[in-house]
């Protein structure tokens, strides 16, 4: 007969001992080691076991023998439950310090470290290799009890095993979490949208601190951090008086390993090779992970290494333009308007995108134990994230006042007109480079000053820059000729059809009045020069953070934990506009005039293919041909025929915005055990006052000039200088009600308050003119440094039931009322009286009779009050035969939706969409499977477009993503990837399904690769 297990003899309490030898040192190490030497379930929330300090258990025990002395005067208890599985609770201990001691001398031995029987306090939350965790099931097994065991509304993503995260790329993990959505950019996700409120509602930090961001604003983009670098994901969606402000949506923390997850030497690391469907070309992936720990000192070093060469195919419209110059009723269908809106499109391109992406990446810890009571930690995250482009594409300008023969739709969507005047067939040669850095550094010290007294002290800073003073975040070189073409949409596909432009026509008339004609839209001889632009902001973010928390554990004797601290926080933001723009620098040869003469050698035809965005209606009907050149090499033949320098100059509607936010927060835990269930209270208040100063630039609008047939020039003052100040002060109080009951079912209910800040450009109080085009399209902005933070009250219910090993189901209620919205309001107005050129008797020249130039001015202002709720629903079964499926849904709603057929409307909560996620894995022996299913529903992205004032929608998106590994042996596995498998598309549309705005082939890709571990 087969000897009994540990287990085995636990459910028949046979008396049978056991040697151990488990040193003492933090309860929840000394736990999971006890678990192993036993082979028991060991089940334990790690918040209660915080702050604990196990003893050290040498000898022969029984199992109920040993885990007692183990935990003997920790104020933890274990209790047996069936099949072999103990909890660990914690129960009230006695005072070791003489209860007749002062308040002064207490308060003297927490500062000097003097107290009795001092234990150390761990991470808030453990390190997972501590657990040797490896493989999907352990993963997901973490995520459960981390999830499980939170007070809070907490979801999590956990790595594999040391430098292997679940996906490629760190948003698209977080889209497996329910109630995240994300935004992609150029094949990858960028953005996190989290419970429908985006970017800039979402707090994201790194090891608890904050992170700066290379965006404008306060978005932070989770492509810039390579997902070897990364231990954990955590989102919380619920609020505690203990976090920082800013995440309306949540608080998303990155974290990165500690040497103290193990303790012993460990080397880790991958090598891959991943292949662009699109570019037909394989690029290297490295990544490195070392580390070592006596349990005293510690060290980690990790290193990643990532080079992708794509292409993504693309067409687009900058904006469609809301009656302009042109007859609202000019050209109606049969059917007749049901509004009396026309709607013109800016412009239409077809483009290839060609990018160089290199990700270079690192890590370092140093952590030290000093004694039993005193542990500190040194770490440092860099991300370099560099993006080089070469696109080349052809386009058509249109301007409403010179259109033609023009056919609208019932919704006033012009879907069929044509240009033969003050149009041009434009070739460009364009960069979208991203020279993006991430840094952040961070030191710690946590304390014993008492049994149930811990001091956590922290300071850190976070830094993101995109260096950009060149002007290559989107630069142009612009090859034209006056032409003309013909737009069609009829037939309602999503790529509309674009003829007219291609054939040789005589009775063309060129930029000087002449009749000169045009030959096929492929002879170079057509060429001339036109705008010629340099732009980009030169990005600088720094956050640095000082705090401090104190814990009491069992304060008074009434199973009561209590937490306060101190915080302050300092955001620098310098967002530095570099252009050739000013005095119309960028347009020293608009107009398509014969001279200079270009050679004919500078451009050559370029094809694109005949699989051109194949897949996506109307792809026969655009142009997969055209002529390319090279952007620098025309920028240097203008200059050396002119005295014209194009360089990228310093432009006055630069800012620097300092934010400095000083907090401090006092908040209660309680634990209640009755027979039947466990009931966890923590409610708290946290103050916080936000103090702001922003300075700029500000120039008077002298004049208009006319550039060409489209454009106008700017003639302004010199810059002055601009500054202003403001604050606030905001209460936000928290309650959080967990109950466990039946061991399987657990039921939170939490009422919070949170808040998200003004974004920079809406602080800039600076009045800049944006854009100068006849046919009336004059805007500018200004923002305001007085404007008040979103304040949102939160409500959320959830229920899960744990009902098997790795299987649960969850079903989440969330409500979100928001207040002091902040919109975009819009005034016409004049500035200073300058008037319109391209107006009166003569529309190349000022004259007597021009018009006042009236400008739309885009203003924030705090307005409405809109209301976000949901549900999300969460489904994790594991077969135990080595197949399980995760599924997850959300779905949202909101009363501030935008009502598409009301024009005057300029509310509406963006990123709103129901999703839902289905993961298909498989884990056996050496053999690891899993095939990812994301699906969004179409959603409004931004109540702006490119180049106007009108919303842009993504459509509908799913994508089917695989990953594969089989283990050759105990240190070497190989891998598989596929990204997008099915090769989605990513739409995008105006306020009507015909507006359209972008489809963006990224195409899919794949990996293989060797991942070790000794």
Known sequence: MPAKTPTERLKTKEPHTISFD????????????????????????????????????????????????????????????????????????????????????????????????????????????????????????????????????????????????????????????????????????????????????????????????????????????????????????????????????????????????????????????????????????????????????????????????????????????????????????????????????RNYDQRVRFEKRTRTGGTAVIQYKHSDRLEMSLDYLQSDFTVKTDSTSMGHWFTPSNVENVITDENGTAISFSQQVGHATDFHSRTFDRPSSVSALGFNAKFQARPNISVDFDVSRSKASTQDTKGARNALTLIGYLNRSSYNNVRDQILPEISGFQTARDDIVDALGNVSGVSNYLDPANARSHVMLRRGWNIQDRFDQAKVDVSVFDAFDLNLEIKAGLLQSKQSKRNERWDNENNAVHCSFCGYFPEPDLPDSFQTVFDAGSQFLKGISGYQSIPNKWLRHNGEQLFDFLESNSDVNFDAVLRDNSYFVSETVNAAYLSFFHDYQFKTFDLDVTYGLRYENTRLSVNGFEADLLGLTVLDQTELGQRSSAGRPLSESSGYSNWLPSLTIKSEFFDSFIARIAVSKSLTRPTMTQLSPSLIVTTTRQGGDLRARSGSPALKPFESVNTDFSLEWYYKPLSYISLSYFSKRVSNFIVETVNQSSINDVRDPSTGIDASLPDPFDDIALFDIIQPLNGPTARVSGLEFVLQHDFSNGWGIIANSTFVDSNATLDTFDTTQKFAITGLSDSRNLVLYYEKEALQFRLSLNNRDGFLQSLVQVQGAEPTFVRAYKQLDVSASYQLNENLSVFFEGVNLTQENVLKHGRFSNQFLLAQQPGARYALGLRFKF
């Not at 308060?107 to 490896?134: A, N, S």
């Not at 949506?249 to 469907?277: C, H, M, Q």
């Not at 349990?295 to 687009?316: C, F, P, T």
């Open 22 to 345: 488990i040193p003492s040192g933090d309860a929840d190490v000394a736990l999971i080691e006890f678990a192993k030497q036993v082979d028991l379930t060991i089940i334990f929330p790690f918040k209660k076991v915080e702050g604990v300090q196990a003893n050290r258990l040498f000898g022969s025990f029984t199992i109920r023998e040993g885990i007692d002395r183990l935990l003997a005067g920790t104020g933890l208890a274990a209790t047996f439950e069936s099949e072999g599985v103990v909890k660990i609770k914690r129960i009230s201990i006695q005072k070791i310090e003489d209860a007749n001691s002062s308040v002064f001398s207490k308060f003297f031995e927490l500062l000097t470290l003097q107290g009795k029987d001092i234990v150390t306090y761990p991470d808030e939350l453990p390190d997972i290799e501590t657990i040797e965790v490896t493989g999907l099931r352990n993963s997901l097994h973490w995520g459960i009890e981390l999830k499980r065991n939170a007070n809070e509304a907490f979801d999590s993503i956990q790595a594999e095993e040391i430098g292997k995260f679940p996906d490629t790329n760190l948003a698209e993990s977080l889209q497996r979490i329910s109630g995240v959505s994300i935004d992609r950019a150029e094949g990858e996700g960028q953005f996190v949208t989290v419970r429908g409120f985006g970017p800039q509602f979402n707090l994201v930090q790194s090891n608890g601190r904050p992170m700066a961001s290379d965006n404008l604003g306060r978005e932070f983009s989770f492509d810039t951090i390579s997902p070897e670098l990364v231990r954990a994901i955590t989102v919380n969606k619920t609020f505690t008086a203990s976090q920082p402000s800013g995440g309306i949506g949540s608080t998303i923390n990155i974290e990165t390993a500690k040497p103290f997850a193990s303790d012993r030497f460990v080397v880790a690391g991958s090598l891959k090779a991943s292949y662009d469907t699109n570019s037909e070309r394989s690029t290297p992936h490295a990544s490195l992970f070392l580390s070592n720990s006596n349990r005293k000192l510690g060290w980690l070093l990790s290193l990643s290494h990532q080079v992708r060469q794509s292409r993504i195919n693309e067409a687009q419209t900058d904006a469609w333009l809301l009656n302009t110059d042109i007859s609202p009723l000019e050209g109606r269908s049969q059917a007749g308007s049901i509004t009396q809106n026309t709607f013109i499109p």
